[in-house]
């Protein structure tokens, strides 16, 4: 009983948060206006170099437990 209460507290959770992932960011400013800052509304944020070090650590993991897989069925 107590595993079916937590089951369904989480997916209550889950469906009233997700209330507010529903809202809209802001209008893109007007053309020719840059504010003074000269910077667009997605704040130029690279994501290139950290995207291949995600990537490469995934790799690295799903490695480690595929290593771990096979040692297992080896001592088997």
């Known amino acids: 009983m107590k595993n079916i209460a937590i089951k ?18 802001p209008p893109p400013p007007p053309p020719g206006d840059h504010g003074g800052t000269g ?3 997605g704040g130029n944020a ?3 170099g950290g995207l291949f070090i995600l990537m490469g ?3 690295a993991y799903g490695g ?12 088997e």
């Not at 369904?8 to 960011?25: C, P, R």
């Not at 480690?64 to 001592?75: A, W």
């Open 46 to 48: 690279p994501i290139g």
């Open 57 to 59: 650590l995934g790799a």
């Open 64 to 75: 480690k437990k595929l290593y771990d897989l096979r040692q297992e069925s080896l001592e």
């Open 39 to 41: 910077n667009t509304t």
């Open 8 to 25: 369904l507290m989480i997916v209550a959770s889950l469906s009233i948060g997700s209330k507010a992932l529903l809202a809209q960011g």
